[in-house]
């Protein structure tokens, strides 16, 4: 449905696929994507993180959850969704990247709030 187009009438055959079957991970990531789709980042967070309780290994939602907190304000926060992805694909360039990314924000802030002498 997704693919087609349809995005509307593809939320509730997943609704339906996660009700009858709450570790079918494939659903609850295809469902947040749906939720990405339609601006609800709350809900698709939510669902990506049922895939992962559903198999913790789920490359492609812990790649969401990092990209999805990247983009907010915590770089803490995002710094360790990003360590999760690296601990799943120890060679993610892209988790790498972020990561580095995040920790330049941190150290950033940090000397920030450090006094001026």
């Not at 809900?43 to 490359?59: K, N, V, W, Y």
């Not at 999805?68 to 995002?78: P, Q, V």
């Not at 990003?82 to 988790?95: F, G, H, S, T, Y």
Request: charged fraction near 30%.
């Amino acid at each position: 449905m997704i693919a087609m187009g349809k995005s509307e009438q593809a939320e509730k055959p997943l609704n339906k696929a996660i009700e009858t079957n709450p570790n079918l991970s494939e659903a609850w990531y295809q469902r947040g994507l749906l939720y990405l789709d339609f601006g609800r980042s709350e809900e698709a967070m939510s669902d990506f993180e049922g895939a992962i309780r559903a198999t913790p290994q789920h490359l492609d939602a812990r790649l969401k959850i990092a990209a999805i907190l990247h983009e907010g304000s915590d770089a803490e926060k995002a710094a360790s969704a990003w360590r999760k992805v690296l601990d799943v694909d120890p060679q993610n360039r892209i988790a790498r990247r972020r990561l580095e990314e995040c920790r330049g924000q941190i150290t950033s802030r940090r000397e920030a709030l450090l006094p001026k002498d």
